[in-house]
């Protein structure tokens, strides 16, 4: 952990945090989405990670999705706003926050997926069938379920 949110755990510990965050789900042309498997809970989910100060949304979610899955974005299109009890999430290592996460859809990209900053310990696309929702990340159960709903093939 870089930047802001490491400082501001310096100040509280474990505590609450109000986390800002930029996400990027990636849909491949079969109507797939690309999920990383986490190295600290070996739940999956799509690309995404705090902002920085003043750093802009687009932005945020370029640089998380190159950071943990390789990918360049060429064009990102809002789908919602994550937040709310359903985004609260402790980490295992015990860092709490409060999600306050804009979702972008990703369907042009260039570069080949690789789990690239330790984050990521694999990496796949998976279709609507292929997706159990309890083995996603909890506070992003509610985004995968409006994906697979309204966008995954």
């Not at 100060?53 to 974005?73: F, S, V």
């Not at 789908?79 to 709490?96: I, K, L, Q, R, T």
């Not at 979702?103 to 570069?111: A, F, N, S």
């Amino acid at each position: 952990m870089t930047g802001y949110i490491a400082e501001m755990r310096k100040l509280v510990g474990h505590r609450t945090l109000m986390q800002c965050a930029a996400s990027v789900a990636c849909i491949d042309e079969q109507g797939r989405i690309l999920l990383g498997k986490r190295a600290d809970n070996h739940l999956w989910g799509y690309s995404g990670g705090a902002a920085e100060i003043d750093e802009r949304a687009e932005d945020c979610a370029k640089r998380e999705l190159l950071e943990e899955m390789g990918l360049l974005a060429d064009e990102l299109t809002f789908f919602c706003v994550n937040s709310g009890p359903e985004a609260h999430y402790v980490y295992p290592n015990g860092d709490e926050v409060s999600n306050f996460e804009i979702v972008y859809l990703c369907r042009k990209w260039h570069g080949e997926p690789k789990a690239c900053d330790g984050e990521m310990e694999d990496l796949r696309f998976f279709s609507r069938d292929e997706i159990d929702l309890e083995t996603i990340m909890p506070p992003t159960r509610r985004v995968m379920s409006a994906l697979i709903e309204r966008i995954l093939e």
